[in-house]
C-alpha cells in the first residue's frame, strides 16, 4: 500500500451528466475527506468520513453531490447532472483521527 | 471569518534567504496544525505537522505554533529555487459537531536563483 490512489485521474464529460470519482484510502486509516479545489484556491472541504459514516458535510455542498464509503475501506463521490461550475479538482486524503491527511493524486474534472 | 487564514502573497525571496509563512486561525478548539507544498497542477505534500506550542524542526523547516495568538508559520532556511510552490497552512478543528481538516488559501512562494 504505497498511499492513497484516485481514479479516474481525469474525467471530461458534458454537462448534465452523472460522474463517480472513486478513492482508495491507506489501509489503516479510518478518516477519509474528499475536497475540491479550483485555480488559486485552497482545497476547499465537501465531506469526511469516520471508517464508514460520513460525519459531516459542507453547506457548500449541493443535493447533487452525494459520497459514500461502504465497510469503510474505498470512497465513492458522485456528482449528479453536472454543471460547468463543478469543473474542478476533487482531491481524497486519508488519516488517522486528528493526525496527518495525505492526499491522493486528484481527479480533474472538465464539464463541456 | 475563515477558518484559516493566509497572506496569498506571492512571496520572493532570494535563494539561499530564509522564507517565512504565517496562518492564522479561528477556533481556538483546534489541536492538531499542518504544512503542505503544493506545486501546480499536482495534489498537497505534507511537509510538517506540529501539536503543541513552540518550534519543530525537520532539515530546513521549523514549524512554529502560537495557540495563545492562534498563530501558526514556517520557516524555510537556505531557500531553494525547488521550494517554489504554494505552500498550505491547515487546521484539525475539533468541537461539538466539528471535527475537521481545514485549509488556508495558500501562499504563492517563488525563490529567485
Known amino acids: 500500500d504505497t498511499g492513497v490512489s484516485q481514479n479516474p485521474r481525469h474525467k471530461i464529460t458534458k454537462r448534465g451528466q452523472n460522474v463517480t470519482f472513486r478513492c482508495d484510502p491507506i489501509?489503516?486509516?479510518?478518516?477519509l475527506y474528499w475536497y475540491r479545489q479550483t485555480l488559486g484556491q485552497g482545497p476547499e472541504f465537501l465531506t469526511y468520513f469516520q471508517n464508514e459514516a460520513q460525519l459531516e458535510k459542507s453547506r457548500l455542498l449541493s443535493d447533487r453531490f452525494s459520497a459514500e464509503r461502504p465497510k469503510g475501506s474505498f470512497s465513492t463521490l458522485e456528482i449528479q447532472r453536472t454543471e460547468q461550475g463543478d469543473s474542478a479538482m476533487y482531491l481524497c486524503?486519508?488519516?488517522?483521527?486528528?493526525?496527518?491527511?495525505?492526499f491522493g493524486q486528484g481527479t480533474r474534472l472538465t464539464v463541456v | 471569518q475563515k477558518e484559516v487564514e493566509q497572506n496569498s502573497g506571492p512571496l520572493s525571496v532570494p535563494e539561499g534567504a530564509i522564507a517565512s509563512l504565517n496562518c492564522t486561525y479561528s477556533?481556538?478548539?483546534?489541536?492538531?496544525f499542518f504544512w503542505y507544498r503544493q506545486y501546480s497542477g499536482k495534489s498537497p505534500e505534507l511537509i510538517m505537522s506540529i501539536y503543541s506550542n513552540g518550534d519543530k524542526e525537520d532539515g530546513r523547516f521549523t514549524a512554529q505554533l502560537n495557540k495563545a495568538s492562534q498563530y501558526v508559520s514556517l520557516l524555510i532556511r537556505d531557500s531553494q529555487p525547488s521550494d517554489s510552490a504554494t505552500y498550505l497552512c491547515a487546521v484539525n478543528r475539533v468541537g461539538a459537531g466539528a471535527n475537521n481538516l481545514f485549509f488556508g488559501t495558500g501562499t504563492r512562494l517563488t525563490v529567485i536563483p
Open positions: 489501509s489503516e486509516h479510518n478518516r
Open positions: 486524503a486519508s488519516s488517522l483521527t486528528y493526525t496527518e491527511a495525505f
Open positions: 477556533d481556538r478548539v483546534s489541536q492538531s
